[in-house]
């Protein structure tokens, strides 16, 4: 399994666009990239997913480079409701067990 | 539409007894994961069943846990006996077959404390 780091905490503004990077240089060819949110007292939840260049959906962006050694999760104008730990994960495709594998994550703390 | 429920959602127990957690996935949800994360440690994974069937455990820490997942529906977490280090969160996620997504939706986590 690829072997992902992230920062360990973030701060931020309320109102501010927020990028978190995740590297993930041992990626094999079958691997996805998830990112998942998780608040104090409950489990995590997902945000997005992704296998190369730009995807988008309500919440967020996730930006793969060509090489997919790396990627980074987009929050646009963030609210303090946004703060939470996000972890990067790395997950193959097809494996039988989709066991996700969790890092330390990031902690983002937004400020009023 | 209803999500992941466990229970209890604390429980506090002696060192050497038993305690079982239980898990309910949404409903038609095949996929059903156990996570647990243990004091100043990452979330890691248990086990995964479809439906009644155990198609993974090779994340189960050593024989006092026991899941069961009888008639794929509901599961169940059993620790016997319990020891100091099994507290921690344990978190129960599940998804359906055939999603091409990584998206298991997880259950708010049973915090288990063994004093």
């Known amino acids: 399994l690829a072997k992902t780091t992230q920062p360990i905490s973030m701060d931020s503004y309320e109102g501010q666009e927020v990028n978190i990077t995740c590297s993930h240089n041992?990626?094999?060819?079958?691997?996805?990239i998830t990112w998942y949110q998780q608040f104090p007292s409950q489990g995590p939840r997902f945000i997005i997913q992704?296998?190369?260049t730009k995807v988008t959906n309500e919440v967020a962006s996730l930006f793969i480079p060509a090489d997919r050694k790396s990627s980074t999760l987009s929050l646009p104008r963030v609210s303090l409701s946004d703060t939470a730990v996000y972890y990067c994960?790395?997950?193959?495709?097809?494996?039988?067990?989709?066991?996700?594998?969790f890092g330390k994550g990031t902690k983002l703390s937004v400020i009023p | 539409e209803a999500g992941v429920t466990q229970f209890p959602s604390h429980s506090v127990i002696e060192k050497g007894q038993t305690v079982t957690l239980r898990c309910d996935p949404i409903?038609?949800?095949?996929?059903l994961y156990w996570y647990r994360r243990v004091m100043g440690k990452e979330i890691k994974f248990l086990l995964h069943?479809?439906?009644?069937?155990?198609?993974?455990e090779s994340g189960m820490p050593n024989n006092r846990f026991l899941a069961e997942r009888t008639g794929g529906t509901y599961s169940t977490l059993k620790v016997q006996p319990a020891e100091l280090e099994d507290s921690g969160v344990y978190f129960c996620?599940?998804?359906?077959?055939?999603?091409?997504?990584?998206?298991?939706?997880f259950g708010p986590g049973t915090r288990l404390t063994v004093t």
């Open positions: 996620a599940s998804s359906q077959v055939g999603d091409t997504t990584y998206e298991q939706y």
């Open positions: 069943f479809v439906k009644e069937s155990k198609q993974d």
């Open positions: 994960l790395v997950t193959a495709l097809g494996a039988g067990s989709y066991q996700l594998t």
């Open positions: 041992n990626i094999a060819t079958n691997d996805y």
């Open positions: 992704g296998y190369k």
């Open positions: 409903s038609g949800h095949d996929n």
